[in-house]
Nanobody
């Protein structure tokens, strides 16, 4: 079955960096676009970034120029490099794939605070 497992979250000061990973299994990773979403406390889940099977990337307005999504098809893993972090980036970050069914990981918490 499809499994997604995020890791790499934690507490970071404003202006700092974190790299999130999402290890996957149960589907042909290289065939599908991968997504990162986030959900801040009391808010709806929002889309953060996308990387296609051809490694074309797109970003939300709020994360463009600070975040970088990438993938390693040999490791079936998608990454999110987050730089210049702001307190408003505090959220649980989820990776996602749609294979005909939508799949989500359990998320990893990122807290940006001094």
């Amino acid at each position: 079955q499809v499994q997604l497992a995020e890791s790499g979250g934690g507490l970071v000061q404003p202006g700092g960096s974190l790299r999130l990973s999402c290890a996957t299994s149960g589907f042909i990773f290289g065939n599908f676009a991968m997504y990162w979403y986030r959900q801040a406390p009391g808010k709806q889940r929002e889309w953060v970034a996308k990387i296609t099977s051809s490694a074309i990337t797109t970003y939300s307005v709020s994360t463009k120029d600070r975040f970088t999504i990438s993938r390693d098809n040999t490791r079936n893993t998608v990454y999110l490099q987050m730089n210049s972090l702001k307190p408003e980036d505090t959220a649980v970050y989820y990776c996602n794939v749609f294979t005909g069914t939508n799949y989500w990981g359990k998320g990893t918490l990122v807290t940006v605070s001094s």
